[in-house]
């Protein structure tokens, strides 16, 4: 599935975990979960948001939970 459009406060640590796991390039990545390496590129400078199967999917090749990969910060209404 392809990722959408980023709609809100979505961070991910994709680029710092590959690091953590023996320096994985974004090629290794993708290929691991079946995507193109210019999707691990707009996923880690947070131009798009993952389908939620693509998040678990992501999640699984570093053996984290989503939670750990991607943080959502609500944004604040003003008063």
């Known amino acids: 599935m392809p990722p959408s459009k980023q709609p ?3 961070t991910n640590q994709i680029r ?3 690091f953590e796991h023996g320096e994985m390039t974004q090629q290794d ?3 691991r979960i079946g995507v193109t390496r210019q999707t691990i590129i ?12 693509l998040a678990f ?4 090749a570093f053996g ?7 943080q959502y910060a609500e944004e604040s209404k003003p008063e």
């Open 8 to 10: 809100g406060p979505l």
């Open 29 to 31: 990545l993708a290929d």
């Open 16 to 18: 710092r975990m590959r």
């Open 42 to 53: 707009a996923l880690e400078s947070g131009k798009y948001t993952p389908s939620l199967l």
């Open 57 to 60: 999917k992501l999640a699984r």
């Open 64 to 70: 984290v939970g989503i939670e750990v990969l991607f």
